[in-house]
């Protein structure tokens, strides 16, 4: 027994949207890998992996690709000042925002999932930034796990991104 695509009327329809449960053929499916929305925490439930129809993917999937896609332009505009810098950093106000991850494959990976997290709760810095990584045998070879936390800020364009060179004393 075989289906026809709720899309194209083809005879070949072998997989169902994640959604409504409408038979496709492979050619008029849409297939969202887990990678693309790495940087999100989702729940089991909200999980946005699978494969769609046009129908559902336009209505509904496509708005969250492009809210992705939007907080992860913000992350990477994100200004970040390490722990060790404590001079440029005095005067920051920070807010409550505290962003920590954890088993992260390499630095830069952590800097930017907590670019992210900064991003999605509307900070433009990040500050207090402390990366710690521990080496863990897997079978006969090392990796590394790194974890990080931050505290999220909000500044203004002049003092995001100035050498420390040019800024001013705050008692001139």
């Given at each position: ?79 970040v000042y390490f722990v ?43 500050v207090d930034v402390d ?42």
């Amino acid at each position: 027994m075989t289906q026809t695509c709720s899309s194209c009327t083809g005879p070949k329809a072998t997989i169902r949207c994640r959604r409504c449960e409408c038979a496709l053929c492979k050619g008029c499916s849409q297939r969202v890998t887990p990678d693309r929305f790495a940087f999100l925490n989702l729940s089991e439930e909200n999980d946005l992996a699978g494969t769609y129809c046009n129908t559902c993917f336009d209505t509904s999937i496509a708005a969250e690709m492009e809210k992705y896609d939007q907080t992860m332009e913000l992350a990477k505009e994100v200004s970040v000042y390490f722990v060790d810098q404590g001079k440029e950093t005095r005067l920051f106000k920070r807010s409550d925002n505290k962003f920590s991850v954890k088993d992260c494959a390499d630095r830069d990976e952590t800097i930017m999932r907590l670019a992210f997290l900064a991003a999605q709760a509307g900070c433009n810095t990040l500050v207090d930034v402390d990366l710690v990584y521990a080496k863990v045998r897997d079978g006969s070879f090392k990796i590394s796990h790194w974890t990080g936390s931050a505290t999220g800020a909000n500044l203004d364009s002049k003092h995001r991104n100035v050498p420390t060179s040019t800024r001013r004393s705050p008692s001139r």
